[in-house]
């Protein structure tokens, strides 16, 4: 059977509390920057795709538009969808508009 001593450790003198050296707090401090960097980069990498998409959406969009004005079969259909591209379009400029508020220092 274990004993109270391998369960508890006695307190350090310091009252418990660690002790960095400058070095290590520099190094973790550069992890951090190394961290804020990365998530800047990938939010601007999201506010670029949700403008493509949104671009591309359009663009469908459009598309559809035009089929429907021949007016020859399924006009029905692909006015539906060129709503439903306009709408996904909208969507994906919200969230540009949305990080891009988000990481705007202004």
Not at 11 to 36: C, K, T
Not at 56 to 76: F, K, M, P, Q, V
Request: proline fraction near 2%.
């Amino acid at each position: 059977m274990a004993t109270d001593e391998q369960f508890h450790r006695e307190a350090p003198a310091s009252g418990g509390r660690q002790r960095f050296e400058a070095g290590q707090q520099r190094a973790d401090d550069h992890g951090w920057v190394s961290i804020a960097a990365r998530s800047a980069a990938l939010q601007q990498s999201l506010i670029d795709a949700a403008h493509r998409l949104a671009a591309t959406e359009d663009d469908a969009a459009r598309l559809y538009d035009e089929i429907a004005s021949l007016g020859r079969t399924r006009e029905a259909t692909a006015r539906r969808l060129a709503e439903h591209a306009r709408a996904s379009a909208r969507r994906a400029r919200e969230i540009a508009d949305h990080f891009h508020a988000a990481t705007d220092p202004d």
